[in-house]
């Protein structure tokens, strides 16, 4: 396994009675997962995905991943939320934040259309200045605003820079596989085109063309991603509490919501991890946020934030439980070295690795947490291999799923999300949406 679930810090929180009293519960929802029969059911692609895969597509991935490494020095990944964050959270995850900076033979990847900043446009524009480049844009309805902007801006620099053919080589979309605006404009302009499942919502679809491609040109095995994804769910198939941790995390969750936790915060203690808590609080603040329920998802990055945050979880109102990731093998090492002056009295330090001193932290913070009333599960999670991030996101969908079902709502909607668009669209004075700009402007 490469997750496992340690709830030993639970145990002044939970009693073993209350989890034996969650199976009921737990085996209804996993029943809704797996036989298709629980509200969403056809947005359930992601189960069997990591098995039933377009492995035509997945090659073409592939190539499509070598032949921008040969085009361009920069890609521009366009996209926002579920069409964003898993790609960025695994280029992140199994590389670096600093993905950049590093030594590589493939491109930088920069994340556009994920804000309507003219800071952030600029900048990116500045960066791409001299380079080549090439685009891969994704959206699924292919009418999201933020990116259908950022796109309409690239479009224009590229044509400026190479000429108007140059957008079937150097544009790469991923939408739905017949319909939309941007399937008309791909095969308008002949660009090569990956497909979102329809069976697939946004925050599920890491694992599909949507992650897959910008993670692959960022030199990432999505062999192993897949093969990660695959084992994981062959050991969350089965509806045993006692032996699946999927479904134990979930047990867990709702039971500390029912008992007054309100917030789950995902613990960490990796840089790389930022971009993965992201792609986690859509994933349960999207699925479960609704009908005026679901826990509130945040998420730390220790020791930085016990510098921050840390003094509201010890010490402020006790609403949340903390789950914590933590990699056992972070694929680095680093000895603190020694001073014969011993300047800052580190000297106890000397030798010593960071990641035993990061490990020692955890271990303080989480036995003070618990100390101070805020309950704590383990996640201990193998390393940052492609393999583990494919069964950690399997893991997370499925608890979610599960967790959704348990909770009474539809995990696999986001009614709430169009909220915004539409006011936002008729205070911009988007034709059909004349009667909602008035009400709106009365409102102001
Ligand atoms: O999870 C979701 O469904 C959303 O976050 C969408 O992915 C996001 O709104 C982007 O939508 P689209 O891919 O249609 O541009």
Redesign the pocket.
Known sequence: MAISLNASFLNSFVGEHELSAMEGAVRDAHAKIWNKTGLGNDFLGWVDLPVNYDKEEFERIKAAALKIKNTCDILIVI?????YLGARAAIEFCKSPLYNNLKKDTPDIYFAGNNISAQAMKELLEICEGKDICLNV???????TE?AIAFRIFRDLLIKKYGPDCIKDRVFITTDRAKGTLKGFADAAGCETFV?PDDC???YSVLTAVGLLPIACAGISIDDMMAGAAAAREAYKDCDLASNDALKYAAYRNILRTKGKKTEILVDYEPCMVMMNEWWK?LFG?SEGKDNKGLLPDSVVFTTDLHSLGQFIQEGERIMFETILNIKDTGAEVVVPNDEANVDGLNFLTGKTLEYINSMAFKGAAIAHTDGGVPAMILDLDSRSAYDFGWMVYFFEMACGISGYILGVNPFN?PG?EAYKKNMLALLGKPGYEERRAELEAKM
Do not use: C
């Not at 996209?79 to 069409?83: F, P, T």
């Not at 994704?138 to 999201?144: A, D, E, L």
């Open positions: 996209g926002i939320g579920g069409s994704i959206s699924k309805s292919g009418t999201t990116p979102v919502g946004g925050r859509q999207e986001q999300v």
